[in-house]
Antibody, heavy 118, light 110 residues
Framework: EVLLVESGGGLVQPGGSLRLSCAASGFTFSSYWMHWVRQAPGKGLVWVSRINLDGSSTNSADSVKGRFTISRDNAKNTLYLQMNSLRAGDTAVYYC???????????WGQGTLVTVSS | QSALTQPASVSGSPGQSITISCTGTSSDVGGYDYVSWYQQLPGKAPKLMIYEVNNRPSGVSNRFSGSKSGNTASLTISGLQAEDEAYYYCSSFTSSSTLVFGGGTKLTVL
């Protein structure tokens, strides 16, 4: 069974940092692109970032470029999102998702809530 | 990258068909056959319903179908059922090698 379990969310002050993790199991992690997608409370889905199989190539939304860094550790079957210079507008549930046919995501975690507030 | 444009809400009666549109530009929807559709129930993670414009993942009902014409993609649900009531989101690959979602459409089954 494919499982994606996010962790690391919580309350952080504006300007602070947080690192999210996504533990993957039930599939060959190193064979899939991975994505982070976020959803502010009561709002729609927003794509954040993606990473290729070995971590050598990443893409990110303009809204997080220069502040967020996606990475992966294939030996640990874990995806990461390092978030710096956090703003109130970054408050959201953050989902990790497995890439499917390049641009889709077929399995999603349950999400982890990040709240940026003083 | 601006979000793709979806209607805020659509509705239909059980057994009817509905269509949700997703409008982008030639730099996203119109430029690539990489449009996906997701269903999201309240408090749940999204579920992939359609990938690459018109392909259904294993296990998704054939009542769900996708299409594209120019810069607009569409999701059609036929034989509407109460369990289809949810939010639906489209997404597309873009010329910047990023992805973009639509704003979401709330489907109400009357």
């Amino acid at each position: 069974e494919v499982l994606l379990v996010e962790s690391g969310g919580g309350l952080v002050q504006p300007g602070g940092s947080l690192r999210l993790s996504c533990a993957a199991s039930g599939f060959t992690f190193s064979s899939y692109w991975m994505h982070w997608v976020r959803q502010a409370p009561g709002k729609g889905l927003v794509w954040v970032s993606r990473i290729n199989l070995d971590g050598s190539s990443t893409n990110s939304a303009d809204s997080v470029k220069g502040r967020f860094t996606i990475s992966r550790d294939n030996a640990k079957n874990t995806l990461y999102l390092q978030m710096n210079s956090l703003r109130a507008g970054d408050t959201a549930v953050y989902y990790c998702a497995r890439g499917f046919y390049g641009s889709s995501s077929d399995y999603w975690g349950q999400g982890t809530l990040v709240t940026v507030s003083s | 990258q601006s979000a793709l444009t979806q209607p805020a809400s659509v509705s239909g009666s059980p057994g009817q068909s509905i269509t949700i549109s997703c409008t982008g530009t030639s730099s996203d929807v119109g430029g690539y056959d990489y449009v996906s559709w997701y269903q999201q129930l309240p408090g749940k993670a999204p579920k992939l319903m359609i990938y690459e414009v018109n392909n259904r993942p294993s296990g998704v009902s054939n009542r769900f179908s996708g299409s594209k014409s120019g810069n607009t993609a569409s999701l059609t649900i036929s034989g509407l059922q109460a369990e289809d009531e949810a939010y639906y989101y489209c997404s597309s690959f873009t010329s910047s090698s990023t992805l973009v979602f639509g704003g979401g459409t709330k489907l109400t089954v009357l």
